[in-house]
Antibody, heavy 118, light 107 residues
Framework: QVQLQESGPGLVKPSGTLSLTCGVSGGSISSSNWWSWVRQPPGKGLEWIGEIYHSGSTNYNPSLKSRVTISVDKSKNQFSLNLRSVTAADTAVYYC???????????WGQGTLVTVSS | DIQMTQSPSSLSASVGDRVTITCRASQSISSYLNWYQQKPGKAPKLLIYAASSLESGVPSRFSGSGSGTDFTLTISSLQPEDFAIYYCQQSYSTPRTFGQGTKVEIK
């Protein structure tokens, strides 16, 4: 059974960088799947941030592309999210998820709340 | 970007009711449409993928249909554990986009 676990700071200062890591267990990050980040502001809907393949290929949401970097570490079976120049609008629960064959998200982390505040 | 529009935004129903939620895409997405269920404080859970394929372990009272721009999620007999928010999501192109959600509440 594949499991994903987000980790990282729960509080980030405005203009700083939000950094999260998603550890994958029960399966290989080098499988034929894409690995994604999705966020959800409190009380609001879901927003796709971007995704990465084990080769390093990435796709980003154009609305965030200038501030986002997603990377993969195959040796640690994990992938990471960096979001730069954050504001209060970036406060959200951040989820990592596996996109089965790049299509549908069948495994999700439990989510981690990141608050942007001084 | 492909816009996904769900209707209704919320509905009240009773246990045993048949419930239908609609999702419309701003352009044709073939059958690249997925449905998720989200309960408070939990990650979304995949119910239906590729418009009509039931995810393993999901009860058969959930079904999906449609292609092109119009899609439907049906719960044939609503159960107490089905009260949640439901989202559609297109995987036809990037950026992946979601509908705004449909909240299913107890009547």
């Amino acid at each position: 059974q594949v499991q994903l676990q987000e980790s990282g700071p729960g509080l980030v200062k405005p203009s700083g960088t939000l950094s999260l890591t998603c550890g994958v267990s029960g399966g290989s990050i080098s499988s034929s799947n894409w690995w994604s980040w999705v966020r959800q502001p409190p009380g609001k809907g879901l927003e796709w941030i971007g995704e990465i393949y084990h080769s390093g290929s990435t796709n980003y949401n154009p609305s965030l592309k200038s501030r986002v970097t997603i990377s993969v570490d195959k040796s640690k079976n994990q992938f990471s999210l960096n979001l730069r120049s954050v504001t209060a609008a970036d406060t959200a629960v951040y989820y990592c998820a596996r996109a089965s064959l790049g299509s549908h998200w069948d495994y999700w982390g439990q989510g981690t709340l990141v608050t942007v505040s001084s | 970007d492909i816009q996904m529009t769900q209707s209704p935004s919320s509905l009240s129903a009773s246990v045993g009711d048949r419930v239908t939620i609609t999702c419309r895409a701003s352009q044709s997405i073939s059958s690249y449409l997925n449905w998720y269920q989200q309960k408070p404080g939990k990650a979304p859970k995949l119910l239906i993928y590729a418009a009509s394929s039931l995810e393993s372990g999901v009860p058969s009272r959930f079904s999906g249909s449609g292609s092109g721009t119009d899609f439907t999620l049906t719960i044939s007999s609503l159960q107490p554990e089905d009260f949640a928010i439901y989202y559609c999501q297109q995987s036809y192109s990037t950026p992946r986009t979601f509908g705004q959600g449909t909240k299913v509440e107890i009547k």
